[in-house]
């Protein structure tokens, strides 16, 4: 990126933040003559959509930007392109093969997958009314203008998630599905599908899911794995291999873990893969996370492995390292951005590298602003500990009031992205951003991410609080003006920490967890606090009140500003209410800040705008020098 460019004002930022574009999923032809991926805006309208284009192309010719579409899947010979899109009935997704909609699925189309002779389409998809994942907005899945329940009816095994055998000529749909089974994620082949299953459809369930081949034909499902954490990317190759990525994982979609081959057991586990695709019946594409960056490469299944790309960058969309690969593994692609490139799709062939796209191109130079490095320093116990440190890129001489952000997940990263949109509004304020990789983070191995198993909330905040004290001792960090945000298990850790310690100014967490016990009872999600508590909730002197901010906000003097979304089912809106209540009682400077229409994070452009600005006016209250 040029960083010459004029860089925009602090007032201008938050604007161009919202024209930046995203592309996701990437499809490559088998040839490598064409390829398809989706472009996203980085807002939605009120009460709309976020907005999602198809775009298609020859690689060496124009790429044009088409009608609304995601998961983009080319036939075997490249001739034809499926896709997923909502056009006519917004907020459900429909299978699309070249421009028209094809078959009769009465569900919300997550996955598709053609036949390796092209005459039909394996579809996975969700019921209406089903949940989405914490990292797609944690909202149900609704269609624009239907009919709203009066009363709402609330009872076990409602929606579920079905296989459906589409026929590409006619659009003839059969339901394929095996009774009593659920599916999150499948692979096909032309046989037997490989998939991850379960007996009951809740969002919840997916932490016990197993692997499961199921029988189109008869509809039976033969279980064939049951694992110790948690899986993704199920595979099957032509010859009838299958793989899958298994790991210790707290939200559906954005796992990494070890490549596990069945009859075989872990391949290459020094990679901390994401996903998978069979090249064929002895090797893997795979993609994953290095530390706060990403690889992509090709593995065989002796475990010899070849780097296709990799680096201090993000290779595929934002939480599941992805690449799209020719038959002949000549030709790959993905979305890809770092620091200083702002997000495109990239062509990797004979070792070199093109940028196929300038989505960002008008956008980006006017970014300029801030500086990425990375910061190493040692916990409380010895164990080193990585982060990223963002800086204005022009600043004064000495120490800057420091904000630090804690990731979701727990089981997730602060990757080597080009923004994370407060960064580039922090920084032209004239802060400091500290983004640590505590224990329990992706991208060091399975050990390091699950180092907070059973202790959230204590060596992790261990983590942030020695990082904190390093960057002061280094000269980079004001003593005195330290703030600290986050959303999700970031949301908690923010709400925790300033429950734990006087060590900061002030905080801004977000999608909060603040009381397990009620917690796990109202969100969608409860063998997460049980899995990552290692407690039960009815043991009122364990954990669950042990670990909750709500039983220590009487301590709390830290003033601060709690965000939230209306419609979350992963973190309720109660969660926030209670803190904020419990901060008020307690006699601590406190606001709430609800947004109506939003789930699991904000996404409708006002509603980010706005939380920007009054994180902002919060910090410039209780940061002033």
């Known amino acids: 990126m040029d960083t010459t460019a004029a860089t925009a004002t602090a007032t201008e930022i938050p604007e161009l933040l919202l024209r930046i574009r995203r592309p996701g999923e990437v499809a490559l032809s088998s040839d490598g003559s064409r390829i398809a991926f989706s472009v996203s805006a980085a807002y939605r309208e009120k009460g709309k959509q976020i907005e999602t284009k198809l775009w298609t192309g020859e690689v060496d010719g124009e790429l044009g930007e088409g009608e609304p579409g995601a998961l983009p899947r080319f036939s075997p ?17 429909s299978l699309w093969v070249d421009g028209e909609e094809l078959g009769e699925i009465p569900g919300s189309v997550e996955e598709i997958c053609w036949s390796p002779d092209g005459t039909s389409l394996l579809v996975l998809a969700a019921d209406i009314g089903a949940d989405l994942a914490g990292a797609q907005s944690a909202m149900k899945i609704a269609e624009a203008g239907a009919e ?80 110790k954490w948690q899986l993704q990317s199920p595979r ?34 020094e990679l901390h893969a994401s996903s998978i695709e069979f090249a064929d019946d002895d090797t893997l594409w795979v993609a994953g996370w290095r530390g706060a960056g990403t690889f992509a490469g090709r593995l065989s299944l002796d475990g010899s492995y070849e780097e296709v790309a990799g680096g201090e960058v993000a290779i595929g969309p934002r939480f599941q390292p992805q690449l799209a690969v020719t038959a002949d593994g000549t030709r790959a692609a993905a979305a890809y951005e770092g620091p200083d490139h702002p997000p495109e799709v990239v062509l990797w062939e004979n070792g070199t590298a093109r940028t196929l796209t300038a989505l960002n191109a008008e956008v980006a130079p006017n970014l300029g602003g801030v500086e990425q490095q990375s910061y190493r320093w040692k916990s409380f116990d010895g164990l080193e500990i990585e982060g ?32 994370t949109g407060l960064s580039h509004v922090l920084a032209a304020d004239g802060y400091a951003l500290f983004l640590p990789n505590v224990r329990g983070s992706v991208g060091r191995g399975p050990e390091f991410a699950e180092a907070n198993l059973g202790d959230m909330g204590g060596g992790d905040l261990q983590d942030i609080l020695t990082g904190v004290d390093a960057l002061v001792r280094d000269g980079l960090a004001d003593d005195a003006r330290v703030a600290i945000t986050g959303g999700s298990y970031g949301g908690f850790m923010s709400s925790w920490a300033i429950t734990q310690t006087d060590r900061f100014a002030a905080a801004m ?16 999600i409860g063998q997460f606090d049980r899995l990552y508590l290692q407690a039960e909730p009815w043991d009122a002197a364990g954990e669950y009140t042990n670990r909750s901010p709500v039983y220590h906000a009487h ?6 500003l709690i965000l939230h979304g209306e ?59």
């Open 77 to 93: 010979d490249g001739s034809r392109l499926a896709y997923a899109a909502d056009r006519g009935h917004e907020g459900r997704m």
């Open 388 to 419: 990223i440190l963002v800086l204005p890129r022009e600043r004064p001489e000495g120490p800057l009031p420091l904000v630090v952000g804690v990731h979701g997940g727990p089981t997730g990263c602060w990757p080597w992205v080009f923004t």
């Open 567 to 625: 419609d979350d089912l992963c973190t309720p809106l109660g969660q926030a209410f209670e803190l904020y209540n419990a901060l008020v009682e307690g006699g601590c400077e406190a606001a709430l800040i609800v947004y109506p229409r939003e789930g699991h994070g904000w996404t409708e452009g006002e509603h980010q705008l706005a939380a920007w600005n009054r994180i902002r006016d919060w910090l410039a209250r209780h940061l002033a020098p």
């Open 509 to 524: 967490p977000f999608a909060v967890v603040t009381d397990w016990v009620s917690f796990h009872s109202t969100t969608n």
């Open 148 to 227: 709203e329940q009066d009363p709402k009816v609330f009872r076990p095994a409602q929606f579920w998630r079905r296989i459906w055998l589409v026929d590409a000529a006619s659009g003839g749909t059969k339901d394929v599905s095996a009774e009593g089974v659920n599916v999150f994620e499948l692979g096909w082949a032309g046989g037997k599908v490989a998939a991850v299953c379960t007996e009951e459809p809740s969002e919840s369930a997916w932490y016990d899911a197993w692997i499961g081949l199921v029988d189109l034909e008869t509809r039976q499902v033969e279980r064939v794995h049951t694992p």
């Open 236 to 269: 099957i190759s032509p010859g009838g291999r299958v793989a899958w990525v298994e790991g210790f994982s707290s939200d559906r979609g954005t796992l990494t873990g070890t490549i596990h081959v069945l009859g075989q057991g872990p391949v290459a586990p």
């Open 555 to 560: 301590k709390c003097k830290t003033p601060t």
